[in-house]
């Protein structure tokens, strides 16, 4: 089994910074697309950022410019640089993988429980 495990989450100022990382462990044969949503309360799960195996990356309008997703493919962990926050920027942060457990598994996706990003004055 498969376990996502997040960490960085924080109460920080607006214009404040945080950086969120999210390590996969367990027996599995690859992790394709790693990335990162978040839920604030009263809405939707939304993504954030995401970064496939080939280092492709894709960001939600909202935090272009300001977050940055990477990936450390030895280490199994992704992580969210996350620069000039603001208050909608507020929600549990959750990790997300796509992962292959098997050289002839299925593909299978894998969430972490959520870290709490609070962005207040």
């Known amino acids: 089994q498969v376990q996502l495990v997040e960490s960085g989450g924080d109460l920080v100022q607006p214009g404040g910074s945080l950086r969120l990382s999210c390590a996969a462990s367990?027996?599995?044969?690859?992790?394709?697309?790693m990335g990162w949503y978040r839920q604030a309360p009263g809405k939707q799960r939304e993504l954030v950022a995401v970064m496939t195996s080939g280092d492709s990356t894709s960001y939600a309008d909202s935090v272009k410019g300001r977050f940055t997703v990477s990936r450390d493919n030895a280490k199994n962990t992704v992580y969210l640089q996350m620069n000039s926050l603001k208050p909608e920027d507020t929600a549990v942060y959750y990790c997300?993988?796509?992962?292959?457990?098997?050289?002839?598994?299925?593909?299978?996706?894998?969430w972490g429980q959520g870290t709490q990003v609070t962005v207040s004055s």
């Open positions: 367990g027996r599995l044969y690859r992790i394709y697309g």
């Open positions: 997300n993988a796509d992962v292959q457990l098997t050289w002839i598994g299925s593909r299978l996706d894998y």
